[in-house]
């Protein structure tokens, strides 16, 4: 378990939870704008989720990048126990996916040097590895890093609890901003984070500030 995952945060009213996610998407970062998060590490892990996945956009539409784990298929895992798997070169893959994608994006030069090393180091846990990459994007971003709980964190009434992967409430509404390849295919909302910083760089806080729930 790596030294900088934080204690279990003081219970408040209205939190909203969220699964740790790799590379998270923009509606992800919209509440980690609003504040009031904690990121659940107890929480078991779900397969196919954005606990080891993340959208891209890619020269034919929205692309999908898995971290690989290792015993996916065993139940009831907490978050913070899996371990992530490098008998296949997904980092490589990664990498060579996300430079291929937003190379020519306003602001990815910029920031390549700050993201490659996520892609040549090999971390022990998936959930460090999110939240190391999530501290990333907030600090590009200037968003605050959310609370992180090692222990499950059960819902209480009025919080919002974004960890199921089917999830009831309102739809989130994302706010367009130009895209890559956005001369030859429509916006693709909600991809991951990452998207909209490359392409609108500083200026991406501002882009979330104008998304909503509807």
């Known amino acids: 378990m790596d030294g900088t995952r934080r204690r279990t945060?003081?219970?408040?009213?209205?939190?909203?939870?969220?699964p740790a996610a790799y590379l998270p998407s923009v509606e992800y970062f919209w509440h980690l704008a609003q504040g009031g998060c904690v990121v659940d590490l107890g929480e078991h892990f779900v397969k196919r989720s954005e606990r080891n996945r993340a959208r891209i956009l890619a020269t034919d539409g929205a692309m999908e990048l898995t971290a690989h784990v290792r015993h996916a298929d065993r139940p009831c895992q907490p978050m913070r126990d899996m371990r992530l798997d490098y008998s296949k070169r997904w980092q490589h893959q990664?990498?060579?996916?996300l430079t291929a994608s937003y190379k020519s994006s306003p602001y990815f030069d910029h920031y390549a040097r700050r993201f490659e090393p996520f892609y040549r180091r090999e971390y022990a846990f998936l959930a460090d590895y999110d939240l190391q990459l999530t501290e990333l994007l907030c600090?590009?971003?200037?968003?605050?890093?959310?609370?992180v709980s090692e222990r499950y964190v059960?819902?209480?009434?009025?919080?919002?609890?974004?960890r199921p992967k089917r999830r009831e409430g309102p739809a989130f509404a994302a706010e367009p901003y130009v895209q890559?390849?956005?001369?030859?295919?429509p916006f693709e909302a909600?991809?991951?984070?990452?998207?909209?910083?490359?392409?609108?760089?500083?200026?991406?806080?501002?882009?979330l500030a104008r998304c909503r729930p509807e």
């Open 154 to 162: 059960e819902a209480a009434p009025g919080d919002r609890d974004l």
């Open 9 to 18: 945060p003081r219970r408040g009213t209205g939190m909203t939870i969220l």
């Open 139 to 147: 600090s590009l971003a200037h968003i605050p890093m959310p609370e």
């Open 190 to 207: 909600n991809l991951s984070f990452a998207d909209l910083l490359f392409a609108e760089g500083p200026a991406a806080a501002s882009v």
């Open 94 to 97: 990664h990498w060579g996916a």
């Open 180 to 185: 890559v390849f956005s001369d030859r295919m």
